[in-house]
């Protein structure tokens, strides 16, 4: 099972005892489970059952929940509307008044469209609803497996792009640390020649000259931040293999806290660099690592 986006949109439908609805589910990155609900007036009471569905599958994301409804062709029930029966009544005794024609017949002032409507108040049994609320989840149900599924493709694709930006992280790592071996003679080169100047061509003993080298390359080195940055690829690619078996809710955020510390590290080399290409190789190892944190911020 691979890793678990956040964002996807899925949607089921469905239909009992006459009435036919619709779902539509979408899920965009959020640091919790936030679930809002949208359901015509009346169906109140499947908002906590609708919440469980949703916490047995996800740990993370927000969601907009949408229900729809409408009755099934010949489900509805009819009713005469009062108030427009009598305004057509009243009308066809003022035209019959005025034209001297014979008044409207009852039969086709309620042929009259808006007369006769729809009768969608009647109240329902508490069995037939119970029933009809069972069906209206089992249809979430299935709209929320239907997202699960796209979550994972999405995720599938998710974890591809960050084994990338890993193999980026761990080729730069080992280029700075190629880098970091020639800073000591680099170093040394550097002190020697500036010394020189100053002392007008004069010579430095050697053993001062390596005291202040070591000196130097001492607060220069970076191999504990290059040993760490080599650590956090490893914990990362465990986690994108493992990470369906990583509690519930930890894969997102144990990358979004591992890439904060590979910038850290990058953060410290670079603030360390005594080379400029050093320095050029920490700047690219902060840009792979800001994207990588960009991506893992969609994992839930």
Do not use: Y
Not at 57 to 73: A, C, K, N, Y
Not at 117 to 130: F, Q, S, Y
Not at 159 to 165: E, F, H, R, T, V
Not at 201 to 211: I, M
């Amino acid at each position: 099972m691979p890793l678990s986006s956040m964002t996807g949109f899925a949607e089921s439908a469905g239909g009992h005892a006459g009435l036919a609805w619709r779902w539509e589910v979408k899920s965009v990155n959020g640091r919790g489970l936030d679930l809002r609900l949208r359901t015509p007036p009346g169906l109140d009471g499947i908002e906590q059952p609708a919440r469980k569905l949703a916490a047995a599958r996800f740990s993370r994301g927000s969601f907009q929940v949408s229900l729809t409804l409408e009755p099934q062709d010949g489900a509805r029930g009819l009713k005469i509307d009062a108030a427009a029966l009598a305004s057509a009544v009243a009308i066809a005794r003022q035209v019959a008044a005025e034209t001297g024609l014979e008044p409207a017949r009852v039969d086709g002032l309620l042929a009259l469209k808006g007369v006769i409507v729809a009768d969608d108040t009647a109240p329902l049994d508490e069995t037939v609803r119970a029933h009809r609320d069972a069906a209206i989840l089992e249809s979430l149900a299935t709209a929320f497996d239907a997202l699960v599924k796209e979550r994972c493709n999405e995720g599938a694709k998710l974890s591809a792009l960050l084994s990338a930006q890993l193999d980026d992280i761990a080729r730069l790592t080992e280029e700075a640390g190629a880098l970091a071996a020639t800073q000591p003679a680099a170093l040394k080169a550097r002190l020697e020649a500036q010394l020189q100047e100053l002392l007008a061509g004069g010579t430095v003993p050697q053993e001062r000259l390596a005291q202040e080298v070591a000196l130097l390359a001492a607060r220069a080195d970076v191999r504990e931040e290059l040993d760490r940055l080599a650590a956090h690829v490893q914990d990362a690619r465990a986690m994108l293999k493992d990470g369906p078996n990583i509690e519930k809710g930890g894969v997102g955020r144990k990358l979004d806290f591992l890439a904060q510390e590979f910038n850290r590290e990058a953060n410290t080399l670079c603030s360390k660099s005594a080379d400029i290409a050093l320095t050029r190789t920490g700047l690219a190892l902060k840009a792979v690592i800001d994207q990588l944190r960009e991506q893992s911020q969609n994992v839930e």
